[in-house]
């Protein structure tokens, strides 16, 4: 499914070769660090699906087409920041103190690999690397939008997006979550990123308020379409395809749209939000091919 999108795997690699030029950069620095360097491109490099790279460069190609810029390299690096930002939430929460997983992506979790002591801190460089990189001077984009791209992404990462989500979804395991509460942890721990990714192309595209109120709106809801078929590939996926340990949740008693709907309502609430992503573009059609294309895949994947 993931491999039928031409243009993803074209970004994906786009990505690939940027990250691992900038780790190639960072080995040649004065300061060694070789272990944290190999535990980060082992957690980085390792055949993500790239879906938030696609984001921002599917996002950030409508947006050129409204503003009649040309889209530049800096978007690939702005792409690398999301994807190295991801893989350290990835990292962190197969910590044994968090989700306790030792498959990530069809291959030995980072904690297992090396230790959890290298795995926490390849997430900590993870995450600083992603704000780093949006500093680079070599980057096509003005001081303001550096500012509005850093501002966009910490926000997405910090207590109000993603660490907050994955706080409320530790609770999930213990206590009664209603769906108001569910979809907010969904939000969080896994929509803000996706919405920081589709945003934060749109703002290297120029993209003007309207378009990126648009964008907004189309990630929100994609995002919460992305974590109830993330849930539902741990209910009725299989570990060799998805890269993953399945059945994860339902050990935990983890709350989720599943709990509430069944697997048929879930599969339904997914469509009814992917579908909700799309009519957000309705008044960019034309363009907006990429992006719905994208809303597909995120709950037709069967990875
Ligand atoms: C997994 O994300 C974690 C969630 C937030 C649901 P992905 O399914 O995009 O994982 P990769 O990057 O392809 O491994
Ligand atoms: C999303 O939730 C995790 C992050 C925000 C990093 P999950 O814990 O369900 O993700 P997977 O299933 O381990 O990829
Ligand atoms: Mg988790
Ligand atoms: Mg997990
Ligand atoms: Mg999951």
Redesign the pocket.
């Known amino acids: 499914m993931v491999k039928s999108i031409k243009w993803l795997l074209s970004d994906a690699k786009a990505v690939d070769i940027w990250i691992k030029h900038w780790l190639e950069q960072k080995c040649r620095e004065r300061i060694k660090i070789p272990k944290l360097l190999e535990a980060m491109e082992y957690a980085s490099l390792n055949g993500g699906k790239r879906i938030r790279a696609g984001l921002v460069c599917a996002s950030n190609r409508i947006a050129c087409q409204y503003s009649n810029k040309v889209s530049d390299n800096s978007v690939i690096a702005v792409a690398a920041s999301v994807e190295l930002l991801?893989a350290y939430?990835?990292v962190?929460?197969?910590l044994p103190a968090?989700?306790d997983?030792d498959l990530?992506r069809g291959i030995e979790s980072t904690h297992k690999k090396f230790d959890e002591a290298t795995a926490i801190l390849a997430g900590d460089a993870l995450q600083t690397a992603a704000f780093e990189i949006l500093t680079e001077p070599n980057l096509a984009l003005t001081n303001t939008q550096k500012n509005k791209l850093i501002r966009c992404l910490s926000i997405a990462a910090g207590v109000s997006g993603?660490a907050g989500?994955?706080m409320l979804?530790l609770e999930a395991e213990t206590r009664f979550f209603n769906i108001e509460r569910v979809t907010q942890m969904q939000r969080l721990?896994?929509g803000s990123?996706i919405t920081a990714s589709v945003v934060m192309g749109g703002l290297v595209g120029g993209a003007n308020t309207a378009l990126i109120k648009a964008l907004s709106n189309y990630s929100e809801n994609l995002g919460v379409a992305f974590?109830i078929k993330?849930?539902l590939?741990?209910y009725e996926g299989n570990t060799v395809e998805l890269g993953?340990p399945v059945g994860?949740?339902n050990i935990k008693g983890k709350a989720s749209y599943i709990e509430h709907y069944g697997i048929n309502g879930a599969v339904k609430k997914a469509e009814e939000f992917a579908e909700k992503a799309c009519d957000s573009l309705q008044d960019y059609w034309q363009h907006a091919k990429e992006l719905q294309s994208l809303a597909k895949l995120a709950i037709k994947r069967t990875y």
Do not use: I, P
């Open positions: 991801h939430s990835l962190h929460d197969d968090m989700d997983s990530r993603m989500g994955q979804d721990k896994t990123l974590q993330d849930d590939l741990d993953k994860q949740d």
